[in-house]
């Protein structure tokens, strides 16, 4: 008789498929959305419809494209016709055989955008914090950043790839910023690593005090305005081209993928910091570049955004009366300086109750935001109005999360 030995299951998948039925283990769920093309915030889920149901229809209250600029007819039109004379991709990374003129025009685009001498795209907005940040902290001789500590993880990652030194400064906090500044020698290289919008709490930078500070201490800054491109400043240049400090901004970087519509991020500032990035950035440098008609579709939301005032006025206007109808009706949020309306729940299963009820009842599909994302015990609704509903949609948004407020038994402020 032949004795057959199966083998033994490896150690590494062993520990993880323990460590997944452990009843605190960290469970994320995502709802699968199908968007209605030229009918945004509109979306079909099937999940919500249950097994063998057509897909339910829902608006989507929690999309980073914040203009719609992803439906818009000239974005769409523009990358019908990439498509159609490029191809779907682009043939390899920048340096063999990916650089299309549109990747070029658009960097262009950019710079201008920005007032800087160059950009560069990379693939992701991630990829290019990290990739930007790993040289341009890393190759300069005993650098030493200073970064707010609710940076994003792309930006966390770009610093330790970079191997520089590091200090955290206290959020938005300039005068732990001055003290940490301070601390070091005069001559040593400093770079000040900071977001203009902050993802999850909305809240934005004190920008005017941290140039200050730069100037003082004579230290670069590096913006990222990920939250902020398209949707603020003239032309929709940013958080620091509203404030007027642009110039005094080193570094800009931003995305594609949220006020403009699309895919991809980029870099702003002078050629030298440009061309070391281009040259040494292993995510640029080793990652096949933006199809072309993604590069056509970014290149038209930004020329449309540099002109257009209409989206930016309706993004706005729909956050101030989401505020108001919150306030209004005792419902926390943690900051009213942005269009991103954090909800404050502050418990996960509470978080993901209320996210579940404005789904089921009203077909409203707001995520619910909890750890690594947010520390624990400050799990939000992270609620982005957008640019297209209207007054109206707003308000009966604001009323069906007040009622599942009620239902669910969560504090009021005010109150």
Not at 93 to 121: D, M
Request: hydrophobic fraction near 45%; aromatic fraction near 6%.
């Amino acid at each position: 008789m032949v004795t057959t030995t199966l083998p033994t299951r490896p150690a590494h998948l062993a520990h993880f498929l323990a460590r997944a039925a452990e009843p605190e283990a960290a469970e994320r769920e995502f709802l699968e959305l199908g968007r209605r093309a030229g009918r945004f915030p509109h979306a079909a889920a099937a999940a919500v419809a249950g097994p063998g149901a057509a897909p339910r229809e829902i608006t989507v209250w929690c999309s980073n494209d914040y203009l719609g600029m992803g439906q818009h007819p000239t974005v769409l039109a523009e990358m019908r016709e990439a498509v159609a004379r490029y191809g779907a991709g682009s043939g390899g990374s920048r340096n063999i055989a990916g650089t299309n003129h549109l990747h070029v025009r658009l960097e262009e685009e950019l710079a201008a955008l920005h007032g800087k001498e160059a950009a560069l795209l990379f693939t992701s907005g991630y990829t290019a914090n990290d990739g930007a940040l790993t040289v341009l902290a890393g190759a300069v001789p005993d650098c030493v950043v200073f970064s707010d500590e609710l940076n994003h993880a792309s930006i966390i990652d770009g610093l330790r790839h970079s191997g520089a030194d590091k200090r955290i400064f206290r959020h938005n906090d300039t005068g732990h910023l001055a003290e940490l500044l301070a601390a070091e020698a005069p001559e040593r290289p400093k770079l000040i690593v900071l977001e203009s919008v902050y993802s999850m709490s909305g809240d934005i930078a004190p920008l005017r005090e941290v140039t200050e500070l730069a100037r003082r201490y004579g230290a670069t800054i590096y913006l990222d305005e990920v939250h902020a491109v398209g949707m603020y400043g003239p032309h929709g240049a940013g958080i620091a081209a509203r404030e007027g400090l642009a110039a005094d901004i080193t570094v800009v970087m931003g995305t594609l993928g949220k006020g403009f519509g699309t895919a991809g991020g980029y870099i702003a500032g002078p050629e030298a910091m440009i061309g070391a990035v281009r040259a040494m950035s292993r995510p640029f440098v080793f990652t096949t570049s933006l199809p072309p008609a993604v590069a056509a579709g970014a290149l038209a939301a930004v020329r449309h955004l540099t002109t257009s005032e209409t989206e930016r006025a309706a993004l706005h206007r729909n956050a101030r009366l989401l505020h108001r109808l919150l306030r209004e009706r005792g419902i926390p949020f943690l900051s009213d300086e942005s269009h991103i309306v954090s909800v404050l729940v502050g418990e996960d299963t509470a978080c993901k109750r209320v996210s579940a009820l404005l789904l089921d009842r009203y077909g409203y599909y707001v995520q619910p935001i909890n750890a690594p994302s947010v520390r624990t015990g400050e799990e939000i609704l992270r609620i982005a109005p957008g640019a297209v509903p209207s007054p109206e949609d707003v308000t009966r948004f604001a009323d069906a999360l007040d009622t599942v407020w009620g239902d669910t038994g969560l504090a009021r402020t005010g109150g």
